[in-house]
């Protein structure tokens, strides 16, 4: 499996959001990318693609930004449709990477 560049991520994270209507700040996409660079090494290759199951807080921390950001990013990564997320508990959900969307 091979990623696509970080510019071509960039490009397709702004047309899924504007095709879903989201709003996607650039914060959003770094913070994708910084995951999925996790993922890619750390997750589990499922059917839709990548999953991984951090807390948010890990995920803020990992990508160096604030609970409420990475919560704001997750919910407009998810409503552009490039993440899956499957709530398990009030902290704990399982995040999948769409690999139609990252791979080359």
Same mark, same amino acid.
Do not use: C, P, W
């Given at each position: 499996?091979?990623?696509?560049?970080?510019?071509?991520?960039?490009?397709?994270?702004?047309?899924?959001?504007? #095709?879903?209507? =989201?709003?996607?700040?650039?914060?959003?996409k770094?913070?994708?990318i +910084?995951?999925?660079?996790? !993922? $890619?090494?750390?997750?589990?290759?499922?059917?839709?693609?990548?999953?991984? #199951?951090?807390? =948010?807080?890990?995920?803020?921390?990992?990508?160096?930004?604030?609970? +409420?950001?990475?919560?704001? !990013? $997750?919910?407009?990564?998810?409503?552009?449709?490039?993440?899956?997320?499957?709530?398990?508990?009030?902290?704990?959900a399982f995040?999948?990477?769409?690999?139609?969307?990252?791979?080359?």
């Open positions: 499996m091979k990623r696509i560049t970080n510019n071509d991520l960039f490009k397709r994270l702004q047309k899924a959001a504007n #095709d879903n209507e =989201v709003t996607l700040t650039y914060s959003s770094i913070f994708y +910084r995951i999925l660079d996790y !993922a $890619l090494t750390h997750g589990e290759d499922t059917d839709e693609g990548i999953s991984i #199951d951090l807390s =948010v807080k890990k995920m803020a921390e990992m990508s160096d930004i604030s609970d +409420r950001m990475a919560e704001k !990013a $997750l919910k407009a990564l998810s409503e552009s449709g490039v993440i899956l997320r499957n709530k398990v508990s009030t902290r704990l995040t999948v990477f769409v690999r139609s969307f990252y791979e080359a």
